[in-house]
């Protein structure tokens, strides 16, 4: 992964375009373009693709480093494996069992109760910063389905929170769920756009200005600027 990061940044460089420039091209963000450059984390085939497309090379010039491909496990190839390993097991416990000169009990063999609830289909976003701006990437968010009675009412969509500037209050890897606002009170959790960069903090306004505070106190507060552009994208309702 650290020679796709070399390899992307001194060509971005070479073809003289910046992040931003090279995400407008792809539709993505400078920051999911430098967390790549940077080795933090794995471009998709079709995001790699995309990058060869817009920096004018072909996709083997990046065929030398490693991609996030997704597996498909399929019944057809996991069933034989369970068979198998199901039939192996009883011929183990029947043989100790004969050993020991006890009898053999076949296990409980019922299907496990399965949640027969409504399920429902919410959009998460994978970078907060694509829930601040319009969709640019399908990588940037996927569709999970959650049983009905874990996602609070009026939720629009849910984030996944990456760091620990929040903790205890929501750990690094949780989903929230969020509501669209425009309005906060002091204290309440909120989704908010400082430039193009997206932050999950409590929210307070005072006579003084705007300020965000994270629940981890080893990170200071970020106090809103004049110059700033500054947006609210929602409230946290709650989270998993």
Not at 12 to 41: D, M, P, T
Not at 130 to 149: K, N, V
Not at 206 to 229: C, H, M, V
């Amino acid at each position: 992964m650290d020679s796709f990061g070399k390899k992307l940044r001194a060509l971005r460089k070479q073809k003289g375009l910046s992040l931003e420039e090279l995400g407008k091209k792809i539709g993505s963000s400078k920051q999911v373009l430098s967390k790549y450059e940077n080795a933090h984390r794995s471009p998709r085939i079709s995001v790699v693709s995309a990058l060869a497309e817009a920096l004018d090379v072909s996709l083997n010039y990046f065929d030398d480093v490693e991609r996030e491909v997704p597996i498909i496990i399929t019944p057809e190839w996991y069933r034989p494996l369970v068979s198998a390993y199901q039939a192996a097991e009883k011929a183990i416990q029947e043989a100790t069992c004969a050993v020991l000169r006890i009898p053999y009990l076949e296990p409980n063999t019922e299907p496990e109760e399965k949640y027969v609830g409504k399920m429902i289909d919410m959009i998460v976003y994978n970078d907060p910063a694509a829930a601040g701006i319009p969709l640019y990437a399908d990588s940037e968010y996927e569709h999970i389905e959650f049983p009905e009675d874990q996602i609070p009412k009026g939720a629009d969509f849910g984030i996944r929170i990456s760091g620990d500037s929040m903790e205890p209050t929501i750990p690094d890897g949780e989903v929230i769920f969020v509501r669209k606002t425009y309005d906060l009170g002091n204290g309440q959790i909120g989704v908010f756009m400082i430039d193009d960069t997206a932050v999950c903090k409590r929210f307070y306004k005072t006579g003084k200005g705007i300020q965000l505070e994270s629940d981890n106190r080893e990170y200071e507060p970020i106090k809103i600027r004049d110059f700033e552009r500054f947006g609210i994208v929602g409230r946290v309702l709650e989270y998993r």
